[in-house]
């Protein structure tokens, strides 16, 4: 059984605004963060505390998150996060002390882990061969997102302030949760995969334990989620404190930022549909083809990035053309790792296994906004970023070359188990089974 209309581009663009917006509201943080440092005269260390609680709540709430994706409609869930995200952001801006600024940017972190459920869906509308690239054009959402964060909190927070800014957001939120929950249908799990080709009806296939319990069998995933924990350290220490870095210890003005940054973000955002690209091309030709891709692109990005900060703070073209250069490696890695959880789990627990690699990779970030902060308060942000960034692509750079060792048989298992359930759909059909 297979979508025969343009429908599924439909929910594609649909997903589209809704990560890109949402990253919009949790990327703010990043650019707004020194007016937000000023109005509650908070340390580094501090401000590295709000982005730990909604990282660690985010944490907490993914197995929920993706039990329920695995049990009910994705469609509603996403929808229902969607208004979680409106209401907890309004929270977020009527906050007046710094304990209530803690409390309620935590919050924002129970919408934030509700990806699991759209990759999932998404995966149920489009082939394995192609997968890398549809994450990959979502994924350009983070980095657009973040561009888009950027203005808003440079230049329209000057004018509104950054309480506005988190109105706005919120309600969006509220808005998308609309259109979310009358656009999107809930697709048949499983019905992208190839085995599944010609095959009119599919039975119904919902989360169980022992499934979910497998899982945990398969020495590729196992390492997947191990390199998780490492993953999103640079990802999370450059949105939080990139910024301060530029304006404090290069001496950056906003509109420095904004020359360097815009044409960096945009590089990012590249890199996410040129990664996954990648990863299809090479996956079609070897099955370990999308974490070879990973594993090079993370240790480019390392390389990259130590140059990049060394760069004297008065080379201001050097730096952004080194910058430029780090940003498009640092993203090829993310649409490969959906992918590949994807090409070794059965259906009914893709949101189960997204949710365990995102709730390790939560746990990772969680500390890296508070350990930079600790870190560039004893010695420097460019220090804390070399540490963090560099150390943390070679340790996921080991994971990933190992794992590309061991998915073919993975993989090659998921495809037994779908032929096996598509022989079975197939005499059903026919009425051989009862």
């Not at 209309?5 to 943080?29: C, E, K, P």
């Not at 929920?64 to 049990?71: A, E, P, S, T």
């Not at 489009?126 to 994450?135: D, E, Q």
């Not at 070399?386 to 750079?397: D, E, H, R, S």
Request: with cysteine.
């Amino acid at each position: 059984m297979e979508t025969k209309s343009n429908y599924r581009w439909v929910v594609v663009a649909i997903f589209f605004g809704f990560m890109l917006l949402h990253q919009t509201d949790r990327l703010l943080i990043g650019p707004m963060t020194d007016k937000i440092q000023t109005e509650f005269g908070i340390t580094n260390t501090q401000m590295g505390a709000i982005s730990f609680g909604a990282l660690f709540v985010g944490a907490i709430c993914y197995p929920i998150w993706g039990y329920l994706y695995d049990r009910y409609s994705r469609a509603k869930l996403l929808a229902m996060a969607s208004f979680i995200w409106g209401a907890t952001t309004w929270f977020n801006a009527l906050a007046r002390s710094y304990p209530m600024l803690f409390i309620s940017r935590s919050s924002t972190g129970i919408d934030d882990s509700s990806y699991p459920g759209l990759y999932s869906l998404i995966t149920d509308y489009f082939k394995p061969t192609t997968r890398g690239k549809i994450y990959g054009l979502l994924q350009l959402t983070q980095p657009l997102g973040y561009l888009i964060g950027m203005i808003l909190g440079l230049m329209l927070s000057g004018i509104i302030g950054w309480r506005a800014i988190f109105y706005i957001t919120g309600s969006l939120g509220v808005v998308v949760s609309i259109l979310i929950y009358f656009g999107v249908k809930e697709a048949p799990r499983g019905q992208s995969e190839p085995e599944m080709a010609g095959i009119d009806e599919i039975g119904i296939y919902r989360f169980d334990w022992q499934t979910a319990k497998d899982l945990f069998k398969k020495p590729s995933l196992r390492l997947l989620f191990i390199q998780g924990f490492f993953g999103v350290f640079p990802w999370n220490a450059i949105t939080i404190w990139f910024f301060v870095y530029l304006q404090r210890e290069r001496g950056y003005t906003d509109s420095n930022i904004m020359i360097t940054m815009a044409p960096a973000v945009l590089v990012l955002a590249f890199g996410y549909p040129f990664g996954g690209a990648l990863g299809d091309y090479f996956f079609k030709r070897n099955p370990s083809g999308r974490l070879i891709v990973s594993t090079i692109g993370v240790l480019v990005g390392a390389i990259l990035l130590w140059i990049t900060l060394s760069v004297p703070t008065d080379n201001h073209l050097l730096f952004m053309i080194m910058l430029l250069l780090t940003a498009l490696f640092i993203p090829i890695a993310a649409p490969n790792v959906i992918s590949s959880v994807n090409d070794i789990t059965l259906p009914e627990v893709r949101s189960t296994a997204q949710a365990v690699q995102s709730f390790i990779e939560s746990i990772g970030a969680a500390f890296a906004p508070l350990i930079v902060g600790a870190i560039s308060d004893q010695l420097s942000l460019k220090a804390a970023f070399l540490i963090i960034c560099i150390a943390t692509w070679i340790i996921c750079a080991i994971f990933f070359a190992l794992a590309a060792r061991m998915i073919p048989k993975d993989i090659e298992l998921l495809r037994s188990q779908m032929r096996q359930r598509a022989e079975f759909e197939r005499q059903k059909a026919l009425g051989i089974t009862r």
